[in-house]
């Protein structure tokens, strides 16, 4: 096995299993440091969004309504309960990689990374960018392919015309040892 694949398996350990993982390894200071880098990074974010004022014409009329379940709150705007994150692809991508490249969380797929978004965060558009983040990663592709490679291709054997047109050997074994011969040769016509 290599380093890769070895990373492939830390990846697929889910969030509260890692959390619990760093406790026990080193004690709970490095669980309060990540999750006060969490949270310092959660607020730059938020700084950013207070910068940005501009606000696309879905949000405005979410807040026309004046319906509770959107407002604006200390220069940010709630749609739904949940940040609206302004037009401005840097920050969004910000967003996007959070909730998909850090190793803890893993590269997951659109739906997950919907899942992670949605706690906090929204904007119109956000399920074509989640899926077009989570197409276009790097990483995700050459996974992909590490995967299709380690699967033997399977070949449809076509169907001979007289008998011996075709052979295939093939050898079954190890087996446990009987009377000194340990395996089982297999000849089909
Ligand atoms: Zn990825």
């Known amino acids: 096995m290599d380093t890769k694949e070895d990373n492939q398996d830390i990846q ?31 607020e730059g974010i938020q700084e950013q969004i207070k910068k940005i004022q501009t606000r696309e014409q879905e949000v405005t009329r979410q807040l026309e309504k004046k ?9 940010i705007v709630y749609i739904n309960g949940k940040i609206y994150v ?12 959070n909730n998909h490249n850090p190793p803890d969380v893993g590269h997951p797929g659109q739906h997950r990374i919907m899942e992670l978004i949605k706690r906090n965060y929204w904007w119109p558009g956000i399920h074509n960018d989640v899926q077009k983040y989570a197409q276009g ?53």
């Open 137 to 189: 990663c790097q990483e995700c592709q050459q996974n992909k392919v590490q995967h299709i490679k380690k699967v033997a291709p399977l070949y449809l054997l076509s169907t001979p015309k007289t008998p011996w047109e075709e052979i295939s050997i093939d050898v079954i074994g190890p087996l446990p040892r009987l009377e000194d011969k340990n395996a089982i040769l297999v000849v089909v016509d």
């Open 12 to 42: 697929m350990l889910k969030e509260e299993l890692w959390i619990r993982r760093t406790t026990s390894q080193d004690g709970t200071p490095i669980v309060l440091l990540r999750q006060e880098h969490l949270k310092i990074r959660e």
């Open 67 to 75: 319906d509770r379940q959107s407002w604006e709150e200390n220069k």
């Open 86 to 97: 302004p037009r401005n692809r840097q920050l969004r991508d910000e967003i996007l990689s």
